[in-house]
């Protein structure tokens, strides 16, 4: 009986030690492991990008970060600048309306006193020697403006509109005479100076002295 109990005890711990083989690994694919295993990690800094095993990591030193907050600095105070210099500067003419209104309003003044002296004639008066004066004392004060920083607008405005005037009444005055002389003259000088004083006004004013100009460019 006893070698019988033996027996059995020694077949059922066989058929357990095979239950135990059949559910366990087999050993050719003990060998595998995660693919993620020992793969390496990424690190990533200012410097570069490189390789780091075991993990994934960013990196960003006090020094490295310090500079970038200057370079940001730098640029937003470029940009600033960049936009004030901008707004500063603004559109103007190519030359001053004093260059040409001072030498047309004094040629007008004189030919208009130099005919009333001879003639005596009151034409000479109302469209020489008046608006001859007018346009060189309008020069004289856009060219006090000008020096100062000021706009010369309200000077511009009224010369063109002298210049204007005189182009039709010398145009009236030649069609009726068919003088070239004095009056085809004039007429073709004022309607001139009228679209210099029109280019002058569109094209922005006067463009400014030098010395303002370069205030901000320092």
């Not at 490295?64 to 210099?85: T, Y």
């Not at 001053?96 to 005919?115: A, E, K, V, Y």
């Amino acid at each position: 009986m006893a070698a019988a109990a033996q027996l059995q005890g020694s077949t059922a711990t066989a058929a357990a030690y095979r239950r135990v083989r059949a559910y366990s690994i087999p050993s050719s694919c003990r060998g595998l492991r995660s693919p993620l295993v020992g793969h390496p990690k990424i690190l990533i800094s200012t410097n570069g990008v490189g390789l780091k095993t075991f993990g994934f990591a960013a990196k960003l030193s006090t020094n490295d970060n310090a500079q970038v907050e200057e370079l940001n600095l730098r640029s937003d105070r470029m940009k600033e600048f960049v936009q004030a210099e901008g707004h500063l500067q603004k559109r103007s003419a190519k030359i001053h309306d004093f260059c040409l209104g001072i030498p047309f309003g004094g040629l007008l003044f004189s030919m208009g006193l130099l005919g009333y002296m001879f003639s005596r004639s009151t034409i000479s008066i109302v469209l020489g020697v008046a608006p001859g004066l007018a346009t060189l004392l309008l020069g004289t004060l856009s060219l006090k403006f000008w020096r100062s920083g000021k706009s010369s607008f309200l000077s511009i405005l009224a010369q063109a509109a002298i210049s204007a005037f005189l182009a039709w009444k010398y145009s009236h005055a030649y069609f009726l005479t068919n003088r070239l002389l004095p009056w085809g003259f004039y007429a073709s000088l004022s309607a001139a100076m009228a679209c210099f004083y029109g280019y002058v006004l569109l094209a922005g004013g006067n463009p400014p002295p030098k010395k303002l100009a370069a205030i901000p460019q320092q």
